[in-house]
């Protein structure tokens, strides 16, 4: 069974602060999508990178894609109250059987104060 | 409407009854999907349908029986649950299973007493 790890599980910041939420894997992804899903909702597709080395960026949200593709980054610039939320990576394995086959990473809970 | 649906948004069940939870895209997608989300827990895929076919069942328990009678509806029949079965059930689609880009319904929360 191939395991996403995300860090950090839970992260309590205040308002304008930065943050890094990160997605690991041993094995190398054909593509990877971070989500954020609020309570009593379902998760939103944020952004999906397909190329290792790429950047992109969603307003004060950038998503980086590991060189080897088996890891990525969420960074958050100036947090503020509306970005809380629970955050989720999910990746298609390459070169495994990934007919549809999301796996999801664990997600982190982001908590932004005011 | 747009997007994804489900209905009914929450759901208390006893272990005897039988329910059905439903999913509707109105995105032209191919595939759906029925998702688990546990506490503690990453997303467990259930189910996939690709063009009305059922293309994976992930392990999942028989008390458990989806329906896709088209590729805008998907059912999840329920039956003689147990209460770890509680969860939040989401559906989600694609243009196809192989497209990476999945949309998700605002789940239904699923009590089982």
């Known amino acids: 069974t191939q395991l996403l790890e995300q860090s950090p599980q839970f992260l309590s910041i205040q308002e304008g602060e930065n943050l890094t939420v990160y997605c690991n894997s041993s094995?190398?992804?054909?593509?990877l999508q971070w989500y954020r899903q609020e309570p009593g909702e379902g998760p939103v597709l944020l952004v999906t990178v397909v190329t290792g080395g790429e950047v992109k960026k969603l307003k004060r949200l950038t998503f980086q894609f590991g060189d080897a593709r088996k890891d990525s980054s969420l960074h958050i610039t100036a947090a503020q109250p509306g970005d809380t939320g629970l955050y989720l990576c999910?990746?298609?394995?390459?070169?495994?059987?990934?007919?549809?086959?999301?796996?999801f990473g664990q997600g982190t809970i982001l908590t932004v104060h005011p | 409407e747009t997007g994804v649906t489900q209905t009914p948004r929450h759901l208390v069940m006893g272990m005897t009854n039988k329910k059905s939870l439903k999913c509707e895209q109105h995105l032209g997608h191919n595939a759906m999907y029925w998702y688990k989300q546990s506490a503690k827990k990453p997303l467990e895929l259930m189910f996939v349908?690709?063009?009305?076919?059922?293309?994976e069942n992930n392990s999942v328990p028989s008390r458990f029986s989806p329906e896709c009678p088209n590729s805008s509806h998907l059912f999840l029949h329920l039956h003689t649950l147990q209460p770890e079965d509680s969860a939040l059930y989401l559906c989600a689609s694609s243009i196809a299973a192989t497209e990476y880009e999945q949309y998700f319904g605002p789940g239904t929360r699923l009590t089982v007493t």
């Open positions: 999910a990746g298609l394995y390459a070169g495994g059987t990934s007919y549809g086959k999301l796996t």
């Open positions: 094995s190398v992804f054909s593509s």
């Open positions: 349908y690709n063009f009305k076919e059922q293309t």
